[in-house]
Nanobody, 128 residues
């Protein structure tokens, strides 16, 4: 069965850090762009970060640049999102998703439902 499993969410104080993981099963990340979306209460889902396995390119939303780092471990078929200096406005459900034959330069214009595979979310709560 093909699936993505997101984990690592939790409650953290402002200024703290968390690392999210997105593990793939049933497929590998070859030729995929893998990214994170988030949806805060009452807001639309937004793309946060992407990594393209084909060219090792990355993309970050302006709101997280300099604070979040995305990486990939192909041996473990896992993508990580290291989140530092967290702010209350980072509070959201975070979803990982993957799309084949797309680079991050195009992924950033794609929506969540354009992804080939989408995982269940993991909740990140940042207290002030």
């Amino acid at each position: 069965e093909v699936q993505l499993q997101a984990s690592g969410g939790g409650l953290v104080q402002a200024g703290g850090s968390l690392r999210l993981s997105c593990a793939a099963s049933g497929f590998t990340f070859d030729d995929y762009a893998v990214g994170w979306f988030r949806q805060a209460p009452g807001k639309e889902r937004e793309g946060v970060s992407c990594i393209s396995n084909s060219d090792a390119s990355t993309h970050y939303a302006d709101s997280v640049k300099g604070r979040f780092t995305i990486s990939i471990d192909n041996a473990k078929s896992t993508v990580y999102l290291q989140m530092s200096n967290l702010k209350p406005e980072d509070t959201a459900v975070y979803y990982c998703a993957a799309v084949q034959y797309l680079l991050c330069s195009a992924w950033k214009y794609s929506g969540y439902y354009a992804m080939d595979y989408r995982g269940k979310g993991t909740l990140v709560t940042v207290s002030s």
